[in-house]
Nanobody, 117 residues
Framework: QVQLVESGGGLVQPGGSLRLSCAAS????????MDWYRQAPGKEREMVAR???????YYADSVKGRFTISRDVAKNTVDLQMISLKPDDTAVYYC???????????WGQGTQVTVSA
């Protein structure tokens, strides 16, 4: 069983930066994917970034070049560095981890990011 807790959200002005962190209670060394999703009001949840166990990454076109996902297996964390934030980035951001051999993964409770002047 893995529990995920996100932190680092908040209110930031357009063009600003935030770093989100997802801390896992259990070991995520066997995780084959670790993702960050977001859900804006009235919209579906969307994946914004993924890091695979081998270190490869994926970014949604809307965040490419601005967001960077990273994982630290020793610390059981996966972070999302966000720069050049836009009002459209406003959403609740969720961490998702799927362990190898499991059919479904684990979700965190989410952290609010608001980009506004």
């Amino acid at each position: 069983q893995v529990q995920l807790v996100e932190s680092g959200g908040g209110l930031v002005q357009p063009g600003g930066s935030l770093r989100l962190s997802c801390a896992a209670s259990g070991s995520i060394s066997s995780a084959n994917v670790m993702d960050w999703y977001r859900q804006a009001p009235g919209k579906e949840r969307e994946m914004v970034a993924r890091v695979w166990s081998g270190g490869s990454t994926y970014y949604a076109d809307s965040v490419k070049g601005r967001f960077t996902i990273s994982r630290d297996v020793a610390k059981n964390t996966v972070d999302l560095q966000m720069i050049s934030l836009k009002p459209d980035d406003t959403a609740v951001y969720y961490c998702y981890v799927k362990l190898s051999g499991q059919r479904s993964g684990y979700w965190g409770q989410g952290t609010q990011v608001t980009v506004s002047a």
